[in-house]
T-cell receptor
Framework: NAGVTQTPKFQVLKTGQSMTLQCAQDMNHEYMSWYRQDPGMGLRLIHYSVGAGITDQGEVPNGYNVSRSTTEDFPLRLLSAAPSQTSVYFC????????????FGPGTRLTVL | GNSVTQMEGPVTLSEEAFLTINCTYTATGYPSLFWYVQYPGEGLQLLLKATKADDKGSNKGFEATYRKETTSFHLEKGSVQVSDSAVYFCALSDQVFYGGSQGNLIFGKGTKLSVKP
């Protein structure tokens, strides 16, 4: 099992550019989520999905889109990057929900200039 | 609302010292409590958890006891090693009902631990 994988590991964008952060898991987990980690802020939930075809907003969803067409994949799209989106992004999955043990990917470090 | 407060770091200890990282919470319902660890350059991974009052979670020499009377879940280790250097996150999940898996997962801000040889 590869667990939760994320690509790319690092990315630099210019303001206004768009991009997609990829996340995949091979554990057949129903629940997947995206967090951003900023210094002194802990982890904040961006979007989550309780199963294929179902997504919902978390604490800080503005500027991000998600979709879940398969159980395995949960990409995060930045529509028009802003410097405030400079952060480390983590994808996580769990068997059935947020109260379950979360399995995290290695993260994507994004810098927006 | 529900919240998690953990001691601010950084915490610097010598090898073989005793470690305590304090964590207190505010929650209603049936919260489960977690400690996650993030090693440099990696994602978070579960260190231990407790799902009900008086439960003790333990792993890799770390322990934490779910204390409902003091709303605490302090992390302890008797003798730290250099390899324990990491950021530790206390977290709470407030299930909608006991044993359920829906609800919110709330993280503390993290405590950075550095262990010197």
């Amino acid at each position: 099992n590869a667990g939760v994988t994320q690509t790319p590991k690092f990315q630099v964008l210019k303001t206004g550019q768009s991009m997609t952060l990829q996340c995949a898991q091979d554990m057949n987990h129903e629940y997947m989520s995206w967090y951003r980690q900023d210094p002194g802020m802990g982890l904040r939930l961006i979007h989550y999905s309780v199963g294929a075809g179902i997504t919902d907003q978390g604490e800080v969803p503005n500027g991000y889109n998600v979709s879940r067409s398969t159980t395995e994949d949960f990409p995060l799209r930045l529509l028009s990057a802003a410097p405030s989106q400079t952060s480390v992004y983590f994808c996580a999955s769990s068997l059935s929900g947020r109260a379950d043990t979360q399995y995290f990917g290695p993260g994507t470090r994004l810098t927006v200039l | 609302g529900n919240s998690v407060t953990q001691m601010e770091g950084p915490v610097t200890l010598s090898e073989e010292a005793f470690l305590t990282i304090n964590c207190t919470y505010t929650a209603t319902g049936y919260p489960s409590l977690f400690w996650y660890v993030q090693y440099p350059g990696e994602g978070l991974q579960l260190l231990l958890k407790a799902t009900k009052a008086d439960d003790k979670g333990s792993n890799k020499g770390f322990e934490a006891t779910y204390r409902k009377e003091t709303t605490s879940f302090h992390l302890e280790k008797g003798s730290v090693q250099v390899s324990d250097s990491a950021v530790y996150f206390c977290a709470l999940s407030d299930q909608v009902f006991y044993g359920g898996s829906q609800g919110n997962l709330i993280f503390g801000k993290g405590t950075k631990l550095s262990v010197k040889p």
